[in-house]
């Protein structure tokens, strides 16, 4: 493991969450998104690290990979990120949030 203590081990986990899951198998992205949320919850030590996933919720999808990097290093965990990777997949795949689809479209 790269980096040291509780914390940066619970980023390591949190960052190597899809793999450690179980849930490569899984098509459905609601189903494994559940699973993978279920996964980091039962593993998580430390209250900074919960918070730190509260906190990262309520992130834009465009910047959630960035900001998790972030908080992995700030935590001491220095290594691949691959939870980062995927919600970066997952943001290209579903577009820009709905609000900003909203506000683009043409008033009536």
Same mark, same amino acid.
């Given at each position: &493991?790269?980096?040291c203590g509780r914390l940066a081990r619970d980023f390591e986990d949190i960052c190597h969450a899809e793999e450690r899951a179980g849930v490569g198998a899984v098509s459905?992205?609601?189903e494994k998104a559940h699973r993978i949320a279920t996964w980091?919850?039962?593993?998580l030590r430390t209250k900074d690290a919960k918070?730190? &996933?509260g906190a990262l919720a309520a992130v834009p999808c465009e910047a959630k990979a960035g900001i998790l990097r972030?908080?992995?290093r700030e935590a001491g965990y220095h290594g691949p990120c691959p939870m980062a990777d995927y919600s970066d997949r997952?943001?290209?795949r579903t577009g820009p949030p709905r609000a900003a689809a909203r506000d683009a479209?043409?008033?009536r």
């Open positions: &493991m790269v980096g459905d992205p609601a980091i919850a039962g593993r918070r730190s &996933m972030e908080m992995a997952q943001c290209a479209a043409p008033a």
